[in-house]
């Protein structure tokens, strides 16, 4: 993580306002002590990232401030400046944890040498961490994908296919159902399977620090930047980079992507060179982005650039077949990681599971099992164990043979009609002529009701209106 807070500690006024003046000048925010009982308790109160403090002080110590805050706050970087050169101090204080090491009179110029390095230093660590979770977390692919839903099956197709291509892709879907899983195998079906996976949270971070965090920044483009840094575009590649809920981006976020996307180059934030990288590019959403487009919060230019092959993942309310699958992964899962006495879940218990709406999806469901594992309510988990958990206000309505009701009460009558309709679809193999002879519409008339949900994102699939009118006239 970047520097932003450093305390100095020093008896001397005069060292102690030199060290806050030069420090003070490179950007950072600076807080003085006079003592070492002083500066404890203004780390207790505030930890700081870079503590500067002098070896010998009355009271507490250097050595002795060096021990609580290490003890404390492992990762807070702590150098030594003393008067006295002593090897045998040196030595002590690297023992105790101490970063560096520096001998009275101090110079401006160490000062920023010294905060260079460890701005390089806490990048690396940053990168190393950041690569290393990556790295775990694509492990995953389809084979972690536990689905016997034909439209999963036929997406789980598509991504291995779509895979061998450069082609970006744009995964929309409510929040829980997966979307980094099928942007991970996307990644390892593909040719760029040993290269870097690099992941960027879009709304987790303000528009400045998004650009930075995107392409980087040189040395001095703002406050804090005291050394140039690479950018995710740059980490990933000859790889792939995944902009997640790439929704949250501002309009002039979205004009510099844009950008890259075409021209496969761009600057570092403060630079004036022009880099070029070879980037496959992966965005999710769980908003509607044709909808942001149409409000005018998403470049529709970026859109359709984003969008050349779509996937959508569909609810697991949608797909309640799937909840046994996704329940059998999860339990064999938890009881393996667990000391557990839970073997195996109730008919009466998996189909409340099956009867519940999932708001949260496949997390809240891998939530739940790992839940009801760790709790442990016996070898065979009940109804009423799972009950306890699941809010009354989002279970299914149900017939009393089991199966989930069409419509239910609160529901609206555009939400119940599309439902009924893509229920009879199912039910007749997407057979179009079929399903508007039970509806009793026209098949014409069935065919915009199916364009319309895809244009609102409620819907797999490309316009078939030709096969639509074919079978009207038939």
Known sequence: MPIEKVLVVDDDTLSREFLYEALHKCGYTVEVSGTGEDAWELFQREPADVVFTDMRMPGMTGMELLEKIKGVSPDTVVVMVTAYGAIEDAVEAMKLGAFDYLLKPVSPDQIEVRMQRLEER????????????????????????????????KMSEQVKKVAQSKATVLIQGESGTGKELVAQALHRHGPRRDRNFVRVNCAALSESLLESELFGHEKGAFTGAVSKREGRFELANGGTLLLDEISETSLALQSKLLRVLELEEFERVGGTKTLKVDVRVVATTNRDLRKYVDAGKFREDLYYRLNVVPVLLPPLRERPGDVPLLVAHFLKMFIRQNVTGVKSISPEAMKLLQTYRWPGNIRELKNLIQRLVVIDPGEVIQAEDVSAYLPQGERRAASPDGQELIAEVGMSLDEAERRLILKTLERTSNNKTRTAEILQVTARTLRNKLQRYREEGLLEGGDDGEEDEAEGNG
């Open 122 to 153: 806490q990048a690396l660590l940053a990168e190393n961490k950041y690569l290393r979770e990556a790295l775990e977390e694509s492990q995953g692919g389809l084979e972690e994908m536990v689905a016997q839903d034909p439209r999963m099956l």
